[in-house]
């Protein structure tokens, strides 16, 4: 199970890291049209400073005429990219990644506590058959009437039997 969540985690990755790579590439599309608007008002500028200053030339009121259509056309391609860079925002991907990585980390965590557990489960069958063998030796022995008699089980596992509490074992962190 966590071989199967580990390639989730992997395909996550690679889908948001495909998918940020169309954001980047939307991102430095729209960009470059920004510089391109910026550059023509410019120029658009420049001709008006020219102008007010009477130092305008006779092609240059076509060229103003010419980049205010420039302008429109790159105002609607820059409308088109930032829509295209909205889209493209890796969101989604960046939310299946995290949901991948938070079910690998549970199942890491349930697996090292089935491990404890299997880990306790054998110490305990050692414990049981180590008491079997005690109590096997104390009849021999004869003259016993009680377990206890025999071996005297420790106050914290008789509390955690009794009680069903882990309250005796004073587990610290």
Not at 33 to 43: F, G, K, S, Y
Not at 102 to 130: G, R, T
Not at 143 to 161: C, M, S, W
Request: net charge negative; hydrophobic share 45%; with cysteine.
């Amino acid at each position: 199970m966590i071989e199967h969540l580990t390639e989730n985690v992997a395909r996550a990755r690679l889908a948001l890291d495909e998918a940020s790579l169309a954001h980047t590439e939307a991102t430095e599309k729209l960009n470059a049209l920004q510089q391109r608007i910026r550059d023509v008002e410019a120029r658009r500028a420049a001709i008006t400073q020219c102008r007010l200053a009477g130092e305008s030339k006779s092609d240059e009121a076509n060229e103003f005429v010419a980049l205010g259509g420039d302008l429109d056309v790159l105002r609607e391609l820059a409308a088109d990219a930032q829509a295209a860079v909205d889209r493209a925002v890796p969101a989604e991907q960046r939310n299946q990644l995290a949901r991948a990585e938070a079910e690998l980390q549970d199942a890491q965590h349930q697996a090292e506590f089935d491990a404890i557990v299997a880990h306790a489960q054998a110490a305990e069958q050692v414990y049981l058959e180590c008491l079997r063998q005690v109590w096997a030796a104390a009849q021999e022995r004869g003259h016993l009437r009680t377990f206890g008699e025999a071996f005297k089980i420790d106050g914290t596992i008789q509390n955690l039997v009794r009680y069903n509490s882990f309250f005796g074992l004073a587990v610290t962190r």
